[in-house]
């Protein structure tokens, strides 16, 4: 699809909504600090849209779906309004695919991401205090436990970071023709 402005603009606003309501749903299923002031912002921008689809869908255990169902409305409007501006021709199933497809590989971006910057927090400040390398080692350190387990640190190396990024990038080249 070309960049024009009013692309530009759809794509930016939809993405970022996607971002904020996906890093909600990932924290919640990491236990992140919920009193962290970034997880305050994220959910304070979630909240509006959230409150009424909370109202309806019950919690299971842990996992709040409500957030995941608002991630996937936005995503499937926002490539509705992209596909609109195009005039490409689309069915509803289409639309559904490339909004799943495009929810797991922006997951998979921001454990990318977050990883990435977990270890490089890890070499530079591994102590500090601050809300930002804290949330980011909530997020992560489930993940890098469940790698632990498979691949156990050898010798004080851990090598987790990388089987996950091995794993991201094997995931997200099976998603390539599914993400717009």
């Not at 869908?57 to 996992?63: E, L, S, Y």
């Not at 205090?129 to 997020?139: R, T, V």
């Amino acid at each position: 699809m070309a960049q024009d402005p009013i692309t530009l603009i759809i794509r930016t606003i939809g993405e970022l909504f996607t971002f904020f309501v996906l890093m909600r749903f990932l924290l919640q299923m990491a236990k992140a600090d919920y009193y962290n002031p970034i997880s305050q912002a994220i959910v304070k921008i979630t909240n509006p849209p959230l409150m009424p689809l909370q109202k309806m869908m019950p919690r299971a255990g842990r996992f709040d779906m409500s957030s995941l169902l608002l991630a996937l409305i936005v995503k499937g409007l926002t490539l509705f309004l992209l596909f609109t501006v195009a005039g490409v021709q689309f069915n509803i199933i289409q639309l559904l695919i490339y909004s799943v497809a495009g929810l797991v590989s922006a997951i998979l971006t921001i454990y990318f991401w977050a990883v990435l910057g977990s270890v490089i927090i890890s070499w530079i400040a591994p102590q500090t205090y601050h809300p930002a390398p804290q949330l980011l080692m909530q997020l992560t350190e489930p993940l890098f436990a469940l790698c632990r387990k498979v691949i156990p640190p050898i010798g004080g190396l851990d090598l987790s970071p990388i089987a996950i990024f091995l794993i991201i990038q094997l995931l997200q080249s099976q998603l390539r023709a599914f993400v717009i």
